[in-house]
């Protein structure tokens, strides 16, 4: 008799994290049903969320440890590549630690992550481990915890739906984060007024009541315009200000530098639409700033996102239900890979390497005597890597190779590392690159917890067995860390259960959150200190998470990219995701995904294309001073002149090859994905 049976998890795509349904047939899942029953998608998925389990079961998958000689990969079996990888580690944890670099897979499980970030520090002593929140919202980390006291949403996603007005900057969330997108639509039926400032003209911008066009990397011009023209109308909030901030005249001296004509001038934005959205946010009972990817992805992301958190302040649009920052983050478990450690600088639950407590504490714990200095972050260990600092990079589940900037040089960096080290379910393009490639189970295969972007932590399901040859992620590092005589004691695991006790235990943001309550359909939020407090998603209410209790205002200048565009690279590249695609190596083998769309595109505006004669759909050449790739046009108005956009997917034309490593934001380490200069021309 056949079985069929319904086994509830969570979406392995975007950080909404709405609620799945595998459905199981024999014991293999042939496919995913909306949990009707979740709080945060409502019987509802996006077609991501639909038809974005396919690659799970495709014949691509993984099934041998494979090492490369010669050039060639071999299989080996897991005794040979667990010992190759093992002692390859304690050559250098025991002569110098940082010589090892670790990248933790934002897409997997809280406590894979965690276990990724106790290979590297209480495995190997290394401060050494970061993921791609580095190059997608670690300016949201770094901006908010300056002026909040925590890098993290201000508020749940059920909070949009009572905004009366909402402020979207650089979020395209009908495509990135449709299931958020989908409150968004709810809160204007309710009467919210949407405003979307975007350089393109996106899905989202498209069911605005105004959109606001301005020039990619303008937001801090464009943000201290709105707060000169909030305080000349004297529409801010005085008693919140006075009572819950400090900084607020250190600010206003800067931003009072920003009249509108010098805004216009440098964001290209109508001045009187700078000034006609300003007093309409201040004016709202409850406005909701939305941003993504577009504030983040900038040499300044730390200094947009504070002008953001500038803004709710100034207002007094923190602590409740309908305002606040909400950042809407990338991967569905970026959240917790922050919060699982998985940052150089910070243990689990943001606790500070530098803090020499903090480390005394995790010293203890890991049996292993760890520097309170800061760790190399992503972009930087790559580059380590380049200069011939770094030895051997462990890539859990990230391919950097794609997603980083400048393949190149990502690609020359690798090639100087004595052993890459990738933990995979596919041959992905960072794959390729390795030296030892060790085959992990994936998604619906195992269990454990998924952060969202609103900090909701919940529950992962298991539906159908690992292929046979392959290991679970936190099994394969427990390994590694005993054959390189680490003690048994600390890498003890039965199950992903009693990794989340020991999160509980040591970071207290957490410990209210007992397995028993994440049973439940709607996870529980963090910060929850206590299991008996229900953990409501709401931050900031009465007081700021500073010890002090207050927000702090920061005064920030425009700074704009790096990389200008000029009479050779005459163009700004930006870049972005689309609704049918995510993370290359899933939805590029999700045969419904990928027949929508099969190859990538760049936007470039009606005017430009015709300068080059460039006509729809042919294919182009796109180049910087990185590097080329051909590509089809998509001649569009829906971009501003001057901007063109490449989705960054696609392996065949990577935008990447064109993008700029070399411009880092000093506060978090951010590269500039979102500008760089290219030019554009008929093959
Ligand atoms: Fe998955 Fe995001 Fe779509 Fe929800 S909105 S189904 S989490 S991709």
């Given amino acids: 008799m056949v079985e069929i049976k319904y086994v509830p998890s969570i979406c392995p795509y975007c950080g909404t994290g709405c609620g799945i349904n595998f459905v199981v047939k ?23 969320g639909s038809f974005g389990y396919q690659f799970i079961n495709h014949p691509d998958r993984l099934t041998t440890p494979l ?17 190759l990888v093992a002692s390859t580690l304690k050559k250098y944890a025991d002569t110098d630690p940082n010589k090892l670099g670790f990248y933790a897979c934002a897409r997997s499980p809280n406590e894979n992550i965690y276990i990724t970030q106790k290979l590297a520090r209480a495995g190997c002593g290394t401060q050494n ?12 980390v770094a901006g908010l915890a300056t002026t909040f006291g925590s890098g993290a949403s201000t508020n749940g996603y059920d909070s949009i739906e009572e905004a009366d007005f909402i402020f979207c900057i650089g979020s395209n969330n009908m495509e990135a984060h449709p299931l958020f997108g989908r409150k968004i639509i709810r809160a204007i039926n309710n009467g919210a007024k949407l405003v979307v400032a975007d350089p393109r003209f996106t899905p989202t911008a498209k069911l605005a009541h105004e959109y606001m066009q301005f020039k990619t990397g303008t937001d801090v011009a464009l943000m201290n315009a709105m707060i000169k023209i909030i305080i000349e109308n004297d529409l801010q909030d005085d008693e919140f200000i006075a009572n819950r901030t400090k900084g607020y005249e250190e600010m206003k001296e800067v931003a009072m530098k920003y009249d509108l004509d ?20 201040a004016k709202a009972d409850k406005a909701a700033i939305v941003y993504s990817l577009g504030i983040t992805e900038h040499s300044h992301g730390a200094d947009n996102v504070m002008s953001t958190a500038n803004l709710a302040m100034l207002t007094g649009n923190v602590g409740k239900i309908g305002a606040g920052v909400n950042p809407l983050r990338g991967q569905n478990n970026v959240q917790g890979a922050c919060d699982m450690g998985a940052l150089p600088s910070d243990y689990v639950g943001y606790q500070k390497v530098v803090n020499p407590e903090i480390t005394k504490k995790f010293s203890e714990a890991y049996q292993m005597d760890l520097p ?30 794609l997603s980083d900037a400048d393949i190149k040089h990502t690609k020359e960096a690798i090639a100087n590392l004595e052993m890459l080290i990738v933990q995979e379910l596919f041959m992905t393009d960072t794959a390729a690159e390795a030296d030892v490639i060790l085959p992990a189970a994936g998604w619906g295969e195992q269990e454990g917890t998924f952060t969202s972007g609103e900090r909701r932590v919940q529950w992962l399901r298991k539906a159908q067995e690992p292929p046979e040859g392959t290991m679970l992620d936190w099994k394969i590092m427990e390994e590694v860390a005993v054959r390189m005589g680490r003690p048994r004691e600390l890498f003890h695991y039965e199950n992903a259960a009693e990794i989340w006790e020991e999160i509980r235990e040591l970071a207290p943001s957490y410990y209210g959150i007992t397995h028993e309550r994440l049973l439940a359909p709607e996870g529980v939020h963090w910060p929850c200190l206590d299991p008996e407090d229900p953990c409501e998603p709401l931050m900031h209410k009465g007081k700021f998470a500073h010890p002090d209790g207050l927000g702090v205002f920061q005064a920030v200048e425009h700074r704009g990219p790096v990389e200008v565009p000029d009479e050779e690279y005459p163009l700004i590249l930006t870049t972005t995701r689309i609704l049918f695609h995510y993370h290359a190596a899933m939805t590029r083998r999700c045969e419904t995904l990928d027949n929508e769309v099969p190859t990538g595109f760049i936007e470039i505006n009606t005017e430009d294309a015709a300068e080059r004669g460039i006509l729809n759909n042919e294919m182009v050449k796109a180049y910087s001073r990185r590097g080329e790739i051909e590509i089809k046009a998509h001649v569009t108005d829906d971009i501003k002149k001057g901007i063109v956009n490449i989705p960054m997917h696609f392996t065949e034309c990577a935008a990447n090859m064109l993008t700029n490593s070399d411009s880092f934001d000093p506060k ?11 030019n554009v021309s008929k093959l």
């Fill in 262 to 281: 010098k805004a216009a001038e440098i964001t290209e934005a109508d001045p009187e639409q700078i000034k006609r959205v300003a007093i309409e946010y």
């Fill in 26 to 48: 024999d014991g293999k899942i042939i496919g995913v049903e909306p949990w009707k029953r979740h709080p945060v998608n409502e019987g509802k998925v996006c077609p991501k």
């Fill in 67 to 83: 090492i490369k000689e010669n050039g060639e990969f071999r299989e080996a079996s897991w005794d040979e590549a667990l010992d």
């Fill in 129 to 140: 481990v970061d993921h791609c929140a580095r190059i997608c919202h670690g300016p949201t």
């Fill in 372 to 401: 309170t200095t800061p760790g190399l972050t992503l972009v930087e260990m790559m580059n380590a890597a380049h200069s011939g600092d770094l030895k051997v990079l462990y890539i859990h589940g990230e391919d950097p190779v």
């Fill in 668 to 678: 978090c380490k951010m590269v500039e994905l979102k500008a760089c200069a290219i």
